[in-house]
């Protein structure tokens, strides 16, 4: 669910029992009393009927179940990759600070305060979208980060495999990846296997690598092999099976290309509220050869 969308400015009193920030900066102020408030001036859409957005956030605010310390855990989670991005704590405030300012924020329990990730690195996580689950004790901020999740680097926080460390001697860093981005990354490697020497006979995905025509006459051949299960009523396991081989050689092309299939799945999130003959009169015109 969307609980608010920005486009004015006006501001929310939101009760508070610790201390009062400014989202728009990021930063806390000094410390206050208990029982008093705090402005969150956030941008909001005006509606056509008068709403009353104070009463509605504080609405949602009060529906969470937070914890005995006024917490919930809080997940970020990327948009369009799907991939856990980490994992921390939210209290009513920094619930509150994210819908305002769209940015991933959190609680320290260590150093009792709001935090803003990115605040530091520049690496923020946008957030597009905000989730309660079904028992309403948890949260997800689903995002777009600017960089790298983790302080380490890593795209994300959750790198280490249990299995990899059960059943490897030595283990190396690997991404939690859904099956789409595990098939994604072998492909990555095998374009950067390119530039060692090859030992023995190069696999089916270096020679698409290495032969353009054979990679695009492959392409058409396994889209046309795909509709004709729809035109001759094939068996769906062949609709599936075909389709496996059409989304296999177009990561290829991308790979290729030096592109991400998050790349797409972007673009393809930015046309959801636009018709599709608006979104092709805008794309840039195909240069003249």
């Not at 920005?6 to 930063?27: A, C, D, K, M």
């Not at 729809?230 to 290829?252: K, P």
Request: glycine share 4%; hydrophobic share 35%; net charge neutral.
């Amino acid at each position: 669910m969307a609980f608010v969308h920005f486009n004015g400015l006006r501001s929310l009193q939101i009760s508070s029992r610790e201390r009062t920030f400014n989202p728009g900066s990021g930063h806390t102020r000094s410390d206050i009393s208990n029982n008093r408030c705090f402005a969150v001036k956030a941008c909001i859409k005006q509606p056509d009927q008068k709403v009353h957005l104070e009463s509605k956030l504080i609405s949602v605010l009060d529906s969470v179940k937070w914890d005995e310390k006024g917490l919930a855990v809080a997940i970020a989670q990327n948009v369009d990759s799907g991939a856990i991005l980490m994992q921390g704590f939210a209290n009513r405030e920094a619930l509150a600070t994210t819908i305002a300012s769209k940015k991933a924020t959190f609680y320290s329990r260590s150093r009792s305060t709001l935090w803003t990730k990115g605040e530091t690195s520049l690496n923020f996580i946008n957030v597009h979208d905000i989730f309660l689950d079904c028992d309403r004790d948890s949260i997800i901020y689903l995002g777009k980060p600017d960089g790298p999740t983790c302080h380490t680097g890593s795209e994300t926080c959750y790198y280490t495999s249990i299995f990899d460390s059960l059943n490897k001697p030595q283990v190396e860093e690997n991404n939690a990846l859904t099956t789409l981005y595990s098939l994604e990354s072998t492909l990555s490697r095998r374009k950067e296997e390119l530039s060692s020497p090859e030992q023995g006979k190069p696999s089916w995905t270096k020679r698409l690598l290495l032969d353009d025509k054979l990679l695009c006459s492959k392409i058409r051949e396994e889209a046309d092999e795909f509709c004709r299960t729809l035109e001759e009523n094939e068996d769906e396991s062949r609709t599936l099976s075909e389709m496996a081989d059409v989304l296999y050689h177009e990561l290829v092309l991308l790979i290729r290309r030096g592109l991400k299939f998050e790349d797409v799945l972007e673009v393809l999130r930015l046309r959801f509220a636009q018709s599709g003959i608006d979104e092709k009169n805008s794309r840039k015109p195909k240069p003249v050869k």
